[in-house]
């Protein structure tokens, strides 16, 4: 009933959309709305796609490619020269050049360093043009693998930031993408075709369109309402297919885990090792990937996916080892079990919801009761980054998207986080050399030694290796996602 609720009620706000107008229904809408700064991963990056352009891209074989800048050569350990490609324009006309990454290094670097989660991910110093289409980027640290970042470094029109300020630009946002924004609500963006872009649309406009629940995007699709249902789960698959849609599966440079609340919180049961082992030996993760997700993944043993760089190969599968489990949890001072809280987004990943079910059923089958608390996507998001948690343990992709580096995820993952989950200071070490190492042997040794850590100190409950559904309506050609990025350009609608 609820979800047929939510289904209707998007219905009702949608309306009959021209065949010209490609509308895609999502989870949440970013909070800081045209503000590219200041998250990343899913939802958020699918929707900055359609308005903005990064500097590089990783391809689907994890290679570096040319995006904004079409060429790049270090100078010096932390020193590097880009040049940029030439005759783009912004969506209000402006040129793309050297002045706009300036602008942008100048943000984040300065008032932004605090507030943005982006300063943190690219850890820039400064930028200095050297002309209209060459400039330097200079990190704060040595930067072996800086390119591989700059995929997040969106180019906003400095004339527009400049002159609406940072909050204001938000609201009217201006991108050198193949969209431009001409409606933002809370659940809804209306953005209409840029003719002059670079990568110029092959529709007229698109619409986005929030459905928290994954059921809801599915009958979004089956009513016309929606052309494309992004990260449904299986069993909406299913529906789709059978209602006569397509769907698209692929891999994720991710992995989806319960992540335990140690530096910050109050579980005295879960700040001992010997408990979150217990935790990881308790559940059935074949069964999990075999009935909740047709079996399209692969059980996790650590936070790298097996096509990342930094990927551990020497550590072996976590079994199913119930036994063992009670056997930890009694030396742990648990025989009997103990409570905590997992907050969790329910529609947000594939079979979500079933998933936490299933977990929680193989803890009690060691005494051990996991309350799922649902909370919505952007109380998520705000919790990860303000560090506003109300319980002991929480669901949460750790994506090396999109630079499949699988030390990128320990920004947030370690104490590098200003409100950290998770803070060993014995392991910071290893990651502060793997970041700066650029010997290539030796920067993926260090990596594996981090996978190590954390596959042995079980700071998170590891499930598997995460992987996308997605709902087409049997008229979208031309869909094609690669680390997050949606090819919003490419995309078709027959009629």
């Known amino acids: 009933m609820r979800r047929l609720f939510l289904a209707l009620a998007l219905t009702m706000t949608t309306g009959t ?46 290679e570096l490619q040319p995006w904004l800048a079409l060429s790049w050569t270090q100078q010096s350990p932390t020193v590097w020269r880009l040049t940029l490609r030439p005759n783009v324009t912004f969506s209000n006309g402006a040129p793309f050049n050297a002045d706009a990454v300036v602008n942008v290094v100048d943000y984040l670097t300065g008032a932004g360093r605090d507030r943005e989660l982006i300063a943190r991910e690219v850890g820039l110093k400064s930028a200095r043009k050297i002309d209209d289409l060459t400039v330097e980027l200079t990190a704060e640290a040595p930067a072996p693998f800086l390119p591989r970042v700059l995929p997040y470094l969106y ?79 299986p069993g909406e698959v299913d529906t789709i297919e059978s209602g006569g849609g397509r769907s698209a599966t692929w891999p994720l440079s991710s992995i989806w885990g319960i992540h335990f609340h140690i530096a910050d919180g109050k579980n005295a049961a879960l700040k001992d090792r010997r408990v979150r082992e217990a935790l990881n030996l308790a559940v059935d993760r074949d069964t999990i990937i075999a009935q909740l997700l047709k079996g399209a993944s692969v059980p996790a043993r650590e936070p790298a996916t097996r096509n990342a760089f930094g990927y551990n190969p020497d550590l072996p599968p976590i079994p199913y080892d119930p036994a063992r489990a009670k056997a930890l949890l009694t030396e742990a001072g648990y025989p009997n079990g103990f409570k905590f809280v997992v907050q969790a987004v329910n529609g947000s990943a594939p079979a979500d919801g079933e998933v936490f079910q299933k977990v929680a059923a193989d803890l009690s089958r060691i005494g051990v009761t996991m309350e799922i608390r649902i909370i919505p996507v952007p109380q998520l998001i705000r919790a990860v980054v303000e560090g506003q948690w109300d319980g002991d343990a929480f669901g949460l992709a750790i994506s090396a998207e999109p630079t499949i580096d699988a030390i990128r995820p320990m920004n947030q993952f370690s104490c590098l986080n200003p409100h950290p989950w998770y803070c060993d200071q014995s392991v910071m070490p290893l990651i502060g050399e793997a970041a700066v190492e650029s010997d290539p042997k030796k920067a993926l040794d260090l990596r594996r030694k981090v996978m190590a850590h954390y596959r042995n100190d079980y700071p998170s409950l590891y499930l598997y290796e995460q992987m996308r559904f997605v709902g087409l309506r049997p008229n979208v050609r031309g869909f094609v996602e690669t680390n997050g990025f949606i090819a919003l350009d490419k995309i078709t609608l027959d009629k």
Do not use: C
């Open 155 to 233: 180019m906003v029109e400095p004339g527009a930031w400049k002159a609406l300020g940072p909050e204001g630009f938000a609201k009217a946002p201006v991108g050198t993408g193949p969209f431009r924004v001409t409606r933002m609500a809370a659940n809804r963006w209306d953005l209409a075709a840029v003719p002059t872009s670079w990568r110029a649309p092959k529709v007229e406009a698109m619409s986005y369109l929030v459905a928290p629940d994954a059921g809801a995007r599915a009958q979004a699709v089956l009513a016309n309402q929606a052309d494309i249902a992004l990260q449904i789960g």
């Open 17 to 62: 959309a021209s065949a010209a107008t490609l509308r895609v229904a999502t989870t949440a809408l970013p909070g800081s709305f045209g503000n590219p700064y200041r998250f990343t991963n899913v939802p958020h990056i699918f929707t900055f796609a359609s308005l903005y352009d990064g500097l590089t891209r990783i391809d689907a074989k994890g």
